[in-house]
């Protein structure tokens, strides 16, 4: 263990963050899964934004890269824009 009050510190304030990035990446993964899921090209148009909104907090905090923010938010469109074209 740390012995630098600084150090303990950092610690605890990694132990958060790796919690916290956890946590919006399982819901972010979840909300993706959600969306694939779903049927209707109508519904799922308008959940698009709220998953694309989550994937891009992700990107923009450090959690996942920029590119692969892009790559998801591409095979998500895709998706949804064949489902419109059936």
Excluded: W
């Amino acid at each position: 263990m740390a012995n630098h009050k600084a150090t303990k510190k950092d610690v605890r304030q990694v132990s958060k963050r790796r919690e916290r990035n956890r946590y919006q990446g399982k819901t972010t993964r979840n909300a993706i899964r959600d969306l694939r899921a779903i049927s209707d090209a109508g519904e799922a148009a308008g959940k698009m934004g709220d998953v694309v909104s989550k994937i891009d907090k992700l990107a923009k905090n450090g959690v996942i890269h920029k590119n692969k923010a892009a790559n998801l938010k591409s095979a998500i469109a895709k998706k949804i824009n064949a489902m419109a074209g059936k």
